[in-house]
């Protein structure tokens, strides 16, 4: 009888203190919450995963929000990618200062940190021309599917594996005329590749840096006023888009069509032989720039050497459209131009004091100006569509095409020379708004906007035959067309895949 009394003292002392204990971590836990609904933590997830992993009691993890509280403790663990990311961006946009003061505010992780999880590639600048070595160097860090993960493979109608293409973009950024010392290449950077190429770039001695500074002096070396980006980007690939650089090269722009061709045709043999180029992202189809004449010169001499080929499945593809210029490249690259620029030629060319000549007539800025007006646009607004000053301005670009589509609708009217101008100005803006409206008009289908953009190619092509350069300037021309074929061809290139 004592020896059960005895044990049920001992298991009665035991209940009181695990109710005790219990107590003290309920107790413990109504603190914790206390303390998160009162405070913001600016690393909470990762100060409880730390502590829950470690096994950490609820006094513990009480100690620890403390100390992070109190600006003592902060893990070092645990970030997500989402995280990662934040900081990556806000180091990108803002620098290590606004990082540091995000780290600090929100618990982002440090610039070591973003560093050792998002290593930045290092891309090689060009120091004189262009070369293969650079080329190859480039694609290789870019390019690489752990950074950049290819396309998806399709079985084409014939059975063998293929990947859409691939459009190269040639494009010119300003820079500031100096130059700088690269210690990974230990040379000097900065030079325009035109002169650039003609010196070394070492630096070993003083006596090295005084002769380059002597040769810009004399005018024999001077620094790049411009540089020549080069940037690749896939056509059919929704994830992993966005162009990725692989020339950069300081330029002062009197580099000719033939010189540009040349190291353009050598990265296109980059391109096919590297590993990391065609053989794992897919071929280029296409080249494209602004509306420099330097790079179309270069795209015309590059994709205007080789007819298609007659039985292969594009040139069967394309056989139901008459009259469809079909001479490409050797390895079957055309040339296209921003449409972009196209919208803002336009509106150039409607601005322009010199007119443009069509059907007999001659269509003034003044008279496109009438017109306007009578759509019930005041004239402070028809001004502002139609200031010369202006012109980079895309959406007034847009805009000014937009509003000559609605001439159309207007009542005819009794003067028989306004007649003949408002007919005038009325087919004008008709057929440039059959080049617009297949890239602003989201309700069109494909069929439609290929309709379109056949409909302005022949207009196009029908009053450079009669008008020559009076209507169309022949740099404006030659861009139209270009993009209206790439734009065919790369659809029945896509059907051909998929």
């Known amino acids: 009888m004592r020896q059960q009394l005895k044990q049920l003292r001992a298991q009665l002392a035991n209940a009181k203190r695990r109710l005790a204990t219990a107590k003290r971590q309920i107790a413990d836990y109504q603190r914790i919450m206390i303390m998160l609904a009162n405070n913001d933590f600016a690393s909470l997830r990762r100060l409880l995963s730390v502590s829950l992993r470690h096994g950490s009691s609820p006094a513990?993890?009480?100690?620890?929000?403390?100390?992070?509280?109190?600006?003592l403790y902060n893990p070092r663990s645990g970030f997500t990618q989402d995280e990662l990311d934040v900081a990556f961006i806000a180091k990108a946009l803002g620098g290590q200062r606004l990082l540091y003061a995000l780290q600090k505010s929100h618990g982002l992780p440090s610039h070591r940190t973003v560093q050792r999880h998002c290593p930045i590639p290092r891309m090689v600048v060009s120091v004189g021309k262009p070369s293969q070595e650079e080329f190859d160097v480039n694609i290789e860090v870019f390019l690489n599917p752990e950074v950049k993960p290819g396309?998806?493979?399709f079985m084409n109608a014939a059975g063998k594996p293929t990947m859409p293409g691939n459009i190269l973009m040639f494009d010119g950024i300003a820079l500031e005329g100096r130059c700088r010392y690269c210690p990974q290449r230990d040379q000097i950077m900065g030079f325009c590749r035109e002169h650039g190429q003609n010196f070394s770039m070492k630096c070993d001695t003083v006596e090295d840096i005084e002769k380059l500074r002597d040769l810009v002096e004399a005018g024999k070396l001077c620094y790049?006023?411009?540089?020549?980006?080069?940037?690749?980007?896939?056509?059919a690939q929704t994830d992993h888009y966005t162009p990725v650089p692989l020339v950069l090269s300081p330029s002062d722009k009197t580099e000719k069509g033939e010189q540009l061709m040349t190291w353009i045709h050598k990265l296109l043999g980059s391109w096919e032989e590297h590993k990391y180029?065609?053989?794992?992202?897919?071929?280029?189809?296409a080249l494209a720039s602004d509306g420099d004449s330097s790079f179309r010169l270069a795209k015309h001499l590059l994709c205007m050497t080789t007819k298609l080929n007659p039985e292969s499945p594009l040139s069967h593809k394309l056989?139901?459209?008459?009259?469809?210029?079909?001479?490409?490249?050797?390895?079957?690259?055309?040339?296209?131009c921003d449409p972009k620029h196209i919208f803002k030629r336009f509106g150039t060319l409607l601005r322009s004091p010199r007119g443009v000549g069509l059907f007999g007539d001659h269509i003034t800025r003044g008279q496109v100006h009438d017109q306007l007006c009578q759509l019930g646009l005041t004239k402070p607004q028809v001004d502002q569509l139609l200031d010369p000053a202006d012109k980079q301005n895309v959406p007034k670009a847009v805009k000014l095409?937009?509003?000559?589509?609605?001439?159309?609708?207007?009542?005819?009217?009794?003067?028989?020379?306004?007649?003949?101008?408002?007919k005038s100005v009325a087919f004008l803006g008709k057929m440039m708004g059959y080049f617009l409206l297949p890239f602003i008009s989201v309700s069109m289908s494909l069929s439609e906007q290929v309709q379109s953009l056949s409909t302005f190619a022949h207009l196009a092509a029908a009053t450079y035959m009669q008008h020559r350069t009076a209507c169309l300037t022949g740099a404006l021309y030659h861009d139209t067309q270009a993009i209206v074929k790439n734009i065919i061809f790369t659809i029945a290139r896509t059907q051909l895949i998929n």
């Not at 056989?319 to 296209?336: D, E, F, Q, V």
Request: proline share 8%; charged share 10%.
């Open 277 to 285: 180029g065609a053989k794992t992202h897919g071929p280029i189809w």
């Open 60 to 71: 513990a993890i009480l100690m620890q929000l403390q100390r992070a509280l109190d600006g």
């Open 319 to 336: 056989a139901g459209m008459p009259g469809l210029n079909t001479m490409t490249s050797s390895s079957g690259i055309t040339g296209t």
């Open 224 to 235: 790049g006023s411009d540089a020549t980006v080069v940037a690749v980007a896939p056509y």
């Open 401 to 422: 095409l937009q509003h000559l589509l609605m001439l159309h609708d207007l009542p005819k009217a009794d003067l028989p020379a306004t007649a003949r101008h408002q």
């Open 151 to 153: 396309p998806e493979t």
